[in-house]
């Protein structure tokens, strides 16, 4: 028996005090936040940064960045991952789940401190989940944040698949001079420079 | 494994141009396709260690000195997938307004009033069955800014993961006989035939006598295809 998909519908303006509650200041715990990093850590320190920008260049207030990710020896802390769950690994604490709206910060900026996920197969560059919601956008997008210093981009299936001209959508530069590595990864929903987004 | 397509002829579009704030907001360009791989067939496992006490009684969970006011109302219903499979542990994320419509939201400027005693935020987890259940208050309608005398039907705000990030789904839940329905370009930007999977049920079953009026909202999540081709490997 097959029963229909039930229909997304947008975020909307208000999603704040459900779902990124501690983030702005409401009286009710978080599931999750933007600090992925964990009390014990083997692996690079990162922070990933950027902003939302609509069909005219402004700058999305009320959009909502979630993003999955693998740690830094590419495990995902999923049952179908059956390399994660063992304790004799480092990063057994980490989720590789956070979540961040675009309403608190004074640019505007998403802003996630995390650690560097390791390539997860044979295959692919190290990669970051990531899915868009916003008022105004009704069914949610997903796009990845690949590293510009990563060699593997060159053989990544995914990026391959990629119109090359739009590639670099997809590719986070890093900055060092602020001591903590900063990827940014701007999300542009229209335009010249409109983000890839898959069908996944 | 691989997860079902998300089907096109169930979701909305990313711009329909009735609803004002897509037009610069949806991507223009075709979604690029990708092969689902571990990154796509995992996502973040949150369970009932995740509930606080009363996360599941918006009635509950914002008093400050009595009760909230408003129409009670039970919200329950089955988490399955596209195959009829109950989907156990799930986490759900509810949001609204409350029974004036109102947000508690800092940036709802809506001129009705607060309740003190009221939030609008939860979360539930499925049992092993799929059920998932809430106690709230019945949102009330409020106006908006899409179009002259614009008002948003009455509903609950839905945020599920399903077991991988490819079955992600943030909905809106509507209540049955609303006549703003038919005037409210987010709804109407549902494909026609999936619009009243939107929408719950007035339930007897579960209306608790004395208490509450009971809704039912069953919630169906993308399911999974057997791979041939990779089993074999």
Same mark, same amino acid.
């Given at each position: 028996?097959?029963k229909?998909q039930?229909?997304?519908?947008?975020?909307?303006?208000?999603?704040?005090?459900?779902?990124?509650?501690?983030?702005? =200041?409401?009286?009710?715990?978080?599931?999750?936040?933007?600090?992925?990093?964990?009390?014990?850590?083997?692996?690079e320190?990162?922070?990933?940064?950027?902003?939302?920008f609509?069909g005219?260049?402004?700058?999305? =207030?009320?959009?909502?960045?979630?993003?999955?990710?693998?740690?830094p020896?590419?495990?995902?802390?999923?049952?179908?991952?059956?390399?994660?769950?063992n304790?004799?690994?480092?990063?057994?604490?980490?989720?590789?789940?956070?979540r961040?709206?675009t =309403?608190?910060?004074?640019e505007n900026?998403?802003?996630?401190?995390?650690?560097?996920? =390791?390539?997860?197969?044979?295959?692919?560059?190290p990669?970051?989940?990531?899915i868009?919601?916003?008022?105004?956008?009704?069914?949610?997008?997903?796009?990845?944040?690949?590293?510009?210093?990563?060699?593997a981009n060159?053989?990544?299936?995914?990026?391959?698949?990629v119109?090359?001209?739009?590639?670099d959508?997809?590719?986070?530069?890093?900055?060092?001079?602020s001591?903590?590595?900063?990827?940014?990864?701007?999300i542009?929903?229209?335009?010249?420079?409109?983000?890839?987004?898959?069908?996944? | 494994?691989t997860?079902?397509?998300?089907?096109?002829?169930?979701?909305?579009?990313?711009?329909?141009?009735?609803?004002?704030?897509?037009?610069?907001?949806?991507a223009?360009?075709?979604?690029i396709?990708i092969?689902?791989?571990?990154?796509e067939?995992?996502?973040?496992?949150?369970g009932?260690?995740c509930?606080g006490?009363?996360?599941?009684?918006?009635t509950?969970n914002?008093r400050?000195?009595?009760?909230?006011?408003?129409e009670?109302?039970?919200?329950a219903?089955?988490?399955?997938?596209?195959?009829g499979?109950?989907?156990?542990n799930?986490?759900?994320?509810?949001?609204?307004?409350?029974?004036?419509?109102r947000?508690?939201?800092?940036?709802?400027?809506?001129d009705?009033?607060?309740?003190?005693n009221?939030?609008?935020?939860?979360?539930?987890?499925s049992?092993?069955?799929?059920?998932?259940?809430? *106690?709230?208050?019945k949102?009330?309608? *409020?106006?908006?800014g899409?179009h002259?005398?614009?008002?948003?039907?009455?509903?609950?705000?839905?945020?599920l993961?399903?077991p991988?990030?490819a079955t992600r789904?943030v909905?809106?839940?509507?209540f049955?006989?609303?006549?703003?329905?038919?005037?409210d370009?987010?709804?109407?930007?549902?494909p026609?035939?999936?619009?009243?999977?939107?929408v719950c049920?007035?339930d007897?079953s579960?209306?608790?006598?004395?208490f509450?009026?009971?809704?039912?909202f069953d919630?169906?999540l993308?399911g999974?295809?057997?791979?041939?081709?990779?089993?074999?490997?």
């Amino acid at each position: 028996m097959s029963k229909g998909q039930t229909p997304s519908q947008t975020v909307g303006p208000f999603f704040a005090y459900g779902l990124t509650p501690q983030q702005y =200041g409401y009286p009710l715990a978080g599931i999750t936040s933007s600090d992925l990093r964990t009390p014990e850590i083997a692996g690079e320190l990162i922070r990933i940064e950027g902003r939302v920008f609509d069909g005219k260049g402004d700058v999305v =207030g009320d959009a909502m960045i979630e993003i999955w990710q693998a740690d830094p020896q590419g495990r995902y802390a999923h049952p179908a991952d059956s390399r994660g769950g063992n304790v004799a690994f480092p990063n057994i604490a980490f989720r590789g789940f956070g979540r961040c709206g675009t =309403g608190t910060d004074a640019e505007n900026r998403f802003v996630f401190e995390t650690l560097k996920p =390791g390539a997860v197969d044979d295959d692919q560059a190290p990669h970051v989940n990531v899915i868009v919601f916003m008022r105004g956008l009704l069914s949610h997008l997903y796009t990845r944040i690949y590293f510009a210093d990563e060699a593997a981009n060159a053989g990544d299936p995914v990026l391959q698949s990629v119109p090359a001209e739009r590639r670099d959508t997809l590719i986070a530069a890093a900055d060092d001079s602020s001591g903590v590595v900063v990827y940014r990864f701007d999300i542009h929903m229209q335009g010249d420079k409109e983000t890839v987004f898959f069908d996944v | 494994m691989t997860f079902t397509p998300r089907d096109w002829r169930a979701h909305p579009p990313v711009i329909a141009p009735g609803y004002k704030s897509t037009r610069l907001r949806g991507a223009t360009k075709p979604l690029i396709p990708i092969r689902q791989s571990l990154s796509e067939l995992t996502g973040p496992v949150f369970g009932h260690d995740c509930l606080g006490p009363l996360d599941n009684d918006l009635t509950k969970n914002g008093r400050k000195e009595g009760e909230p006011l408003g129409e009670r109302i039970l919200v329950a219903g089955k988490v399955v997938d596209e195959a009829g499979r109950p989907q156990p542990n799930m986490l759900v994320e509810i949001w609204q307004a409350n029974a004036a419509g109102r947000y508690v939201h800092k940036t709802d400027r809506h001129d009705a009033p607060l309740d003190p005693n009221f939030f609008g935020g939860g979360r539930c987890v499925s049992d092993d069955e799929g059920f998932y259940r809430f *106690y709230s208050v019945k949102p009330g309608a *409020y106006p908006w800014g899409n179009h002259e005398n614009a008002w948003r039907p009455n509903h609950i705000h839905f945020s599920l993961f399903g077991p991988s990030i490819a079955t992600r789904l943030v909905t809106q839940m509507y209540f049955p006989g609303d006549p703003l329905l038919a005037l409210d370009p987010i709804f109407l930007a549902t494909p026609e035939p999936a619009r009243d999977r939107l929408v719950c049920a007035f339930d007897l079953s579960l209306t608790e006598a004395d208490f509450a009026l009971g809704y039912r909202f069953d919630i169906v999540l993308r399911g999974t295809l057997a791979t041939p081709m990779e089993d074999k490997r």
